[in-house]
């Protein structure tokens, strides 16, 4: 590929690596800050989030943003043809070109597959070429062929986990001029949101902190708001204080806001459980930080879940559990649409005489356990 202007002003050669190369998106986006970019990248995976990063992380390394649209054009998927031929078409100052192709069926085995291999071949020394997708074909020809000519960069972005989502949290705060201590960190690494949502609440955070330069666990506690969990938070309380129509108005509107039924489902049943296990150790004389260590849950979580716990007795949680299996064992078998299930199973759960009918609850236990 044709040089192009570092950010100091000086002339470099963009690198060209044989061989297709996999890497996961903290490596590809530290190869990327070491090396510069390569000549083509196959960018897949279900976190769309880092999908986008990425490719802005490209743009922003060749010193260009998406208003250029001369050195920065998009295509979908089925114009890969004119995506390639973009590819091969100089700028009007010979600076590198960035084309994006997003879901180009050629991936999959579909349509172009022959010309993007091509293309892989000899691709353009003018150009980065990033083709994204949700999801591929591994075993196609572009991902299996083991030597490309000026080479390529296959780019996995799947949801993060453990360390590496720690990893991110903290580039992304480091990124915002903040730092966050460990307690902080373990927190916000605990929340089950997209990327996307967690970032919005990470930018809530060093706005929150002000000119402070360190988020700690308190800050998270007072500020994160995780869409649908307080929510269930709230309908979980009525069920406790034995509040039918509180419980069904809460749950209209977290329906009624686009989530999924079944989602809504398990996150009840999450919920219940947390409560039941939270519960069961503080009768045993363990402390919220050691439930929490236990658990593997942020002290914050465990401490939400004592206070929803003085609501319930043992027996009635038991009952709660109970009726979220026949529930999800009806809906599997038919017996009432997801969304008529959950919210039979709030009325139950915040009926004052909870019971679960035996013969239903047996039906279940063989439908689960044959």
């Known amino acids: 590929m044709g040089g192009t202007k570092s950010k100091t002003g000086g002339e470099r050669e963009l690198p060209s690596w044989e061989g297709l190369f996999y890497m996961n998106y903290r490596e590809a986006r530290e190869e990327l800050a070491r090396e510069g970019p390569a000549a083509v990248y196959l960018v897949y995976g279900d976190e769309g989030f880092l999908r986008r990063e990425f490719l802005r992380a490209l743009a922003h390394h060749l010193d260009l943003d ?35 192709v997003e879901n180009p069926p050629a991936l999959g085995g579909g349509a172009g597959e022959e010309d993007l291999l091509e293309y892989l071949e000899s691709p353009s020394d003018i150009s980065v070429l990033v083709c994204t997708a949700d999801k591929v074909d591994k075993r196609r020809k572009v991902f299996t062929r083991s030597r490309a000519a000026r080479g390529a960069r296959v780019v996995e972005c799947q949801a993060l986990k453990g360390r590496e989502l720690a990893l991110w949290i ?28 967690l970032d919005g609440e990470l930018e809530k955070l060093a706005s929150y902190i002000g000119a402070r330069d360190r988020i700690e666990a308190d800050d998270v506690i007072k500020i994160v708001s995780v869409p649908g969990e307080s929510s269930i938070f709230a309908l979980v309380d009525a069920v406790g204080s034995e509040d039918p129509r509180t419980a069904v108005g809460v749950l209209g509107e977290i329906l009624g806001g686009g989530a999924d039924p079944l989602m809504v489902l398990g996150m009840v049943a999450r919920q219940i459980r947390l409560i039941w296990q939270v519960r069961h150790e ?79 609850l047996e039906n279940a236990r063989l439908f689960r356990n044959p």
């Open 282 to 360: 503080l009768e045993g004389g363990k402390s919220p930080r050691e439930i929490a260590s236990l658990l593997g849950q942020h002290p914050f979580v465990v401490e939400k879940c004592a206070r929803q716990s003085r609501n319930f007795d043992g027996p009635q949680l038991e009952r709660c559990l109970e009726s979220v299996l026949v529930t999800d064992v009806g809906i599997k078998r038919g017996l009432w649409s997801a969304e008529l299930g959950v919210e039979r199973l709030v009325t139950l759960l915040a009926s004052p005489e909870l019971e679960v009918p035996e013969d239903a």
């Open 66 to 100: 998406e208003t250029q649209s001369l050195r920065f054009q998009r295509f979908p998927g089925d114009r890969l043809e004119e995506a390639l031929a973009a590819c091969m078409t100089p700028s009007f100052d010979r600076r590198p070109r960035l084309v994006s």
């Open 170 to 197: 903290a580039g992304r705060i480091k990124h915002r001029g903040k730092k966050a201590d460990s307690d902080a960190l373990r927190a916000l690494a605990s929340l089950e949101v997209p990327l996307g949502v």
